[in-house]
């Protein structure tokens, strides 16, 4: 698969007629909601994990030196993140901010209020072009560290991550081990 998802993104889900809709956020979503929303609240899907296992040539990194953010990856465990309902034509907008390999897919939202609904959640699989697959704690601190894109640093994109999961009282030792870690290189480099 290319690193442009958005065309194949266009055609996944039919929209038609549909007044509004939910969107899954667990990475920069949470804390970066640069479109217009109904409303918003913290949910959790199931069977889903976090993970710094994803390129990004397009924000937090460059086709030559790509970025890692988040993609959730199958696992026993839930993924807290952020929902947002939206007019379908959002996904316009989302489709592009989502491209670099990033597909949609329809999937339970539990919302912390008790309360449940589908949505769709933007999910980049192994077999896209930007994938990057796992590395060590300290290895994936040193890539973000060193990574920069059109959308700033990726250290910026890894702690404001790391602040919003704390904010939720989200537990997730994936991010805060490789948010330690980055402090960590920052400390030894001063």
């Not at 790509?66 to 839930?78: A, C, K, M, N």
Request: negative net charge; glycine residues 8%; contains cysteine.
């Amino acid at each position: 698969m290319s690193f442009d998802t958005t065309s194949i993104n266009q055609s996944r889900q039919d929209l038609t007629g549909k007044e509004s809709v939910w969107v899954f956020g667990y990475g920069s979503l949470i804390y970066k909601a640069d479109f217009p929303y109904f409303e918003r609240k913290p949910a959790k899907i199931h069977g889903w994990t976090r993970r710094f296992w994803q390129g990004s040539h397009d924000h937090r990194g460059t086709p030559d030196a790509p970025g890692r953010v988040v993609t959730l990856i199958e696992s026993d465990e839930e993924c807290l993140g952020m929902a947002y309902r939206v007019a379908p034509h959002t996904f316009e907008h989302l489709d592009v901010r989502e491209k670099n390999g990033y597909l949609r897919f329809t999937t339970p939202l539990y919302f912390l209020d008790g309360t449940q609904d589908e949505g769709l959640v933007y999910i980049a699989t192994p077999n896209n072009a930007a994938w990057l697959g796992p590395a060590p704690v300290e290895e994936i601190a040193e890539h973000i560290l060193r990574s920069h894109g059109p959308s700033g640093s990726n250290r910026e994109y890894l702690l404001k991550l790391d602040d919003a999961l704390h904010a939720l009282h989200a537990q997730d030792d994936h991010v805060s081990s490789i948010a330690q870690a980055l402090r960590a290189l920052e400390n030894e480099q001063q």
